[in-house]
């Protein structure tokens, strides 16, 4: 266990919203991950992030951005949450070991 | 483009079966690494393997063991004995190039149940 925490765990929204979901870890790992799960497209992943400052983008970063200011933090952004970006958010890390440890989710619903 | 194909939406095996899942992937890098991982009826995701492009031995772990071959771009997984616990649904993954992130591509899911 990485002692990776999301917050918050539940949100609903509204459309054209600002939201931003937190990954927390104590871990000090590395690298960070935000993915989203979705019925009928599986698992996706949005954007990563390999230290402080650095990140790029994933599979699906269209309509989010992301911010590590430290490693412990890993902030994903949606900007102007719509209907299409309801989902399950998981945030995970990858340990020097090669061993990865996932985030419980998040469950984000906007209206 | 990076491809996961994993052609077994479900299973379904009596416990203590053997069983395995397959995962045949697609790339133009050489570099490259592959995962495993399970997501069980409570919804977490668990990691189960990462393997990299140039280590094609395989690996075993308990009951699960994985083997990895380049000349097919097969990267499949076998529970052996499976148990009750085992039933989840189990995604194969890809991320091309040297950072963990790179393109990163997921399979469909097999769900696999097994049955006592």
């Known amino acids: 266990d990485a002692g990776i925490t999301q917050s918050p765990r539940h949100k609903v929204t509204e459309t054209g919203t600002p939201v931003t979901l937190r990954c927390h870890q104590t871990e000090n790992h590395r690298y960070m991950y935000w993915y989203r799960q979705d019925p009928g497209h599986g698992l996706r992943l949005i954007h990563y992030?390999?230290?402080?400052?650095?990140?790029d983008k994933g599979e699906v970063s269209d309509g989010y951005s992301v911010s590590r200011s430290k490693t412990e933090d890993f902030l994903l952004t949606l900007e102007s949450a719509t209907s299409s970006q309801t989902s399950v958010y998981f945030c995970?890390?990858?340990?020097?070991?090669?061993?990865?440890?996932f985030g419980p989710g998040t469950r984000l619903t906007v209206l | 483009a990076q491809k996961v194909t994993q052609a077994q939406t479900e299973i379904s095996v009596v416990e203590k079966e053997d069983v395995t899942l397959d995962c045949v992937y697609e790339t133009r890098d050489t570099t490259y690494y592959l995962f495993w991982y399970k997501q069980p009826p409570s919804g977490e995701l668990v990691f189960l393997i990462r393997?990299?492009?140039?280590?094609?031995q395989n690996e075993i772990s308990g009951r699960y063991s994985w083997n990895f071959q380049k000349s097919t771009s097969s990267f499949n997984f076998t529970i052996t004995a499976s148990q009750v616990v085992d039933s989840a649904v189990y995604f194969c993954?890809?991320?091309?190039?040297?950072?963990?992130?790179?393109?990163?591509?997921f399979g469909p899911g097999t769900r696999l149940s097994v049955l006592p």
């Open positions: 992030s390999y230290g402080v400052k650095d990140t």
């Open positions: 993954a890809l991320s091309e190039g040297v950072n963990y992130g790179q393109n990163f591509v």
């Open positions: 393997r990299n492009s140039f280590d094609e």
């Open positions: 995970a890390t990858f340990s020097g070991n090669n061993e990865q440890f």
